[in-house]
């Protein structure tokens, strides 16, 4: 993780909120820099299967950075975004390292809990607990060798 501040957040695990369908297990609560009242969900792992980038890149009033919508797959509606290259500006504000976030309107979160095999089965999961992506015997939606490692993202609680 990039930034040690986040190590008490809980994972959550996000559902497309259209079909139900699991697009993500590593979630994590955030907020729009921008606009703060504005509720999203990040990740720092690319949810390959899930998910799927569509349109045409863009940039917002507020900042320089790259971005790519995406949908879910299973169902085709625009579940959130992806920022493909980060503004300087994004990435000198605070931030938790994820490039892939969800629209708070478009997916429902349930906390993770760890699983059967540790020693601390069932208990709610921080990013502190958790493993990197590549070691997440958990992440369903990406091989480790396609798992994106994000230097910096545009959100921060």
């Not at 957040?9 to 369908?21: D, I, R």
């Not at 879910?72 to 938790?96: D, E, M, R």
């Not at 089965?121 to 590549?134: C, H, Q, R, S």
Request: glycine share 6%; net charge positive; with cysteine.
């Amino acid at each position: 993780m990039a930034n040690r501040r986040f190590n008490t957040k809980k994972v959550q695990t996000l559902t497309c909120s259209f079909c139900k369908e699991k697009l993500c297990n590593r979630g994590m609560k955030a907020l729009l820099l921008a606009d703060v009242r504005t509720q999203l969900y990040s990740t720092d792992a690319a949810p390959f299967d899930a998910c799927t980038l569509v349109g045409e890149l863009y940039e917002t009033n507020s900042c320089h950075c790259k971005i790519s919508n995406v949908a879910c797959s299973t169902c085709g509606n625009i579940v959130g975004y992806h920022v493909i290259a980060p503004c300087t500006s994004c990435l000198s504000a605070c931030n938790n390292g994820h490039l892939w976030m969800f629209h708070g309107h478009t997916v429902t979160s349930s906390e993770r809990k760890s699983p059967a095999l540790w020693e601390d089965e069932g208990k709610v999961m921080t990013w502190g607990d958790l493993p990197a992506p590549k070691f997440d015997t958990l992440l369903e939606t990406a091989q480790p060798s396609q798992v994106i490692r994000p230097t910096r993202a545009i959100f921060c609680r």
